[in-house]
């Protein structure tokens, strides 16, 4: 008789930090995941408005956020084993480091006027961007099952500063030096980027193992588990559709005629929005269970493509992007969840490493696809497109109902 997926993964039970220890790191956790999202709002609000500027050709224009995709994507398998061998820490202060490096080597990108050098510190914004990945993971190593969704949850809260930060950011230095606009912005992301490595000295986590390192059932079993595709799918539909509509709105807006400021701030609620909820979705997830969460998520970004169709005014973009903040948040960390139920300790940084690299290549196809689509066919087309992976992300939860 074979094993039920349960029985599968029951062996081994986690290893339980002491309660100010867990605390602790829920705190520095979540407060560098405030300061690590100004990395994320800064690429987004300046990467297709920059690339447009400095790229050859208009499709290009929004290549710098793709290639930002790209090294999330790119550097996740590395970032999990470097975790998994020399434990979490180690890579949350490398990836400071490369986000340290992201705002210096951009600065220079802009002051030189080289688009190309711009895409390279795009690249390293994204693997700074696939370190901060973990910390929502990181925040559950040490905590008993029951209370990890609201761990998982509390430290992605942490987005709404970032929400805050980041936009007020750029609108308070892309102007400082006149000459050349979001030099100083890219100079103080550097050193947001190095205040969040001091933070992250002072966590502490289970240190890897040799059964750590080697345990674990083969990756062919644990990817071919009913849920942890339904995970991944449901994971991959809810980024792919909140980067493909976020990459091509500020550059949508400013093809409108719509002020800069108009996008900066439209972006800075869609990020409030996208994090906010983290606050009690952790609570919703236990109550309602994470399916059902996913798919309140996939319903609300529908909802805002439904709301940008109907208009192009300043306000129609901002709600479009606040519901979408809301879907990405609930649809996210509902897939999230069931990836915790997916794994035991010791194939934890393994198993997560396989669902945020498929979650995030899968993003990169959107974010590479909607500069594209927007140039060619406007911004309606790419509402319109955006219908078709909601589909996929529905019919994967009727799987993982089932």
Request: net charge positive.
């Amino acid at each position: 008789m074979s094993q039920t997926p349960t029985a599968a993964i029951a062996p081994t039970a986690p290893l339980l930090l002491p309660e100010s220890v867990q605390r602790g790191n829920i705190w520095r956790l979540t407060v560098a995941q405030a300061l690590a999202g100004a990395n994320s709002v800064v690429a987004y609000a300046t990467g297709a408005i920059i690339g447009h500027g400095l790229a050859p050709s208009p499709w290009l224009a929004t290549l710098p956020v793709s290639i930002f995709v790209i090294g999330m994507a790119a550097c996740i398998f590395p970032v999990g084993a470097v975790a998994r061998r020399h434990g979490r820490r180690t890579a949350f202060l490398a990836g400071t480091a490369a986000g340290t490096l992201a705002g210096l080597v951009a600065m220079l990108a802009v002051i030189t006027n080289h688009f190309w050098l711009f895409c390279l510190a795009m690249f390293l914004g994204g693997a700074y961007a696939a370190v901060v990945l973990s910390f929502r993971f990181a925040a559950a190593d040490g905590v008993a099952p029951e209370r990890r969704p609201r761990a998982l949850s509390l430290v992605m809260g942490g987005g709404v500063a970032a929400g805050m930060v980041g936009p007020q950011l750029v609108n308070s230095t892309m102007d400082l030096w006149p000459l050349h606009t979001f030099a100083a912005t890219f100079l103080c992301q550097a050193g947001v980027a190095a205040a969040s490595a001091l933070l992250l000295l002072g966590v502490q986590l289970p240190r890897p193992t040799q059964h750590t390192i080697a345990g674990g059932r083969p990756v062919r079993d644990i990817i071919a588990q009913p849920k942890f595709v339904s995970a991944v799918v449901i994971g991959a539909v809810s980024y792919l559709l909140m980067n493909f509509l976020m990459t091509a709105a500020p550059l949508a807006m400013h093809l409108c005629g719509l002020p800069r400021s108009a996008s900066n701030t439209g972006l800075q609620w869609h990020v409030i929005a996208m994090y906010a909820p983290s606050f009690f979705t952790g609570r919703l997830i236990a109550r309602y269970g994470a399916p059902r969460v996913a798919m309140a998520g996939l319903a609300l970004i529908g909802l805002s493509s439904m709301v940008a169709l109907h208009d192009i005014e300043v306000a129609h973009f901002w709600g479009a992007l606040v519901l979408l903040g809301l879907g990405w948040n609930l649809g996210f960390l509902g897939a999230s969840a069931l990836v915790l139920e997916c794994h035991t300790p010791e194939e934890a940084t393994r198993v997560q490493s396989i669902n945020d690299f498929t979650v995030f290549g899968v993003m990169a196809i959107g974010s590479l696809s909607s500069g594209g689509l927007l140039a060619a066919y406007g911004w309606n087309t790419v509402l319109w497109v955006s219908f078709v992976p909601l589909l996929l992300g529905l019919a994967a939860l009727r799987l993982v109902r089932k």
